[in-house]
T-cell receptor
């Protein structure tokens, strides 16, 4: 079973920031938080990952709480092309490499 | 740098036939993962391979499914005697193989069993 909990769906206005929450209250010390998205049944697209520090790249920012029990993915200026299902995944840093997927959050960016 | 490539993108088979799905990892990647996605569901891990070795096949059905990643050439996911329940999108991902390395996904193969 997935170790994360996400809202089923969210809406965001085009041009505004999209903040997608993820709960991972059972995360352990050596587990990373990964975010992927899937646009209309295409292959999943890697977005960002982090361990305990906040991370930023050209696509998004990842804010992880100090206790690491939750995180938020931020798309700073959402566009219509950001409409997708967003998956938050907790992954062990060791040899167990498989990604365990939940149902994600379906984000609709509206004009 | 080409991404993960999968072919065919769409595959139609009749019940009882065989399906072969191919995956070419990104350049420099030696680890391959296969996932299956049923309609309206999330992805499910099937198998993890390194060159010539199966590392984790805990998600593979016990019968009819097999996977390989030979020294040369793409990784192959083979489904024998397909049934309608095998209809799904099959995604391949690859990574360099270090402990924390990110998996990058291909576009998937959509299998339809008639």
């Amino acid at each position: 079973d997935a170790k994360t909990t996400q809202p089923t769906s969210m809406d965001c206005a085009e041009g505004r920031a999209a903040n997608l929450p993820c709960n991972h209250s059972t995360i352990s010390g050596n587990e990373y938080v990964y975010w992927y998205r899937q646009i209309h049944s295409q292959g999943p697209q890697y977005i960002i990952h982090g361990l305990k520090n906040n991370e930023t790249n050209e696509m998004a920012s990842l804010i992880i709480t100090e206790d690491r029990k939750s995180s938020t993915l931020i798309l700073p200026h959402a566009t219509l092309r950001d409409t997708a299902v967003y998956y938050c995944i907790v992954r062990n840093a060791g040899n167990n490499r498989k990604l365990i997927w939940g149902l994600g959050t379906s984000l609709a960016v509206n004009p | 740098n080409a991404g993960v490539m999968q072919n065919p993108r769409h595959l139609v088979r009749r019940r009882g036939q065989e399906a072969r799905l191919r995956c070419s990892p990104m350049k420099g990647h030696s680890h391959v993962y296969w996932y299956r996605q049923l309609p309206e569901e999330g992805l499910k891990f099937m198998v993890y391979l390194q060159k010539e070795n199966i590392i984790d096949e805990s998600g593979m059905p016990k019968e009819r499914f097999s996977a390989e990643f030979p020294k040369e050439g793409p990784s192959i996911l083979r489904i024998q005697q397909v049934v309608r329940g095998d209809s799904a999108a099959y995604f391949c991902a690859s990574s360099r193989g270090t402990d924390r390395e990110t998996q990058y996904f291909g576009p998937g193969t959509r299998l339809l069993v008639l």
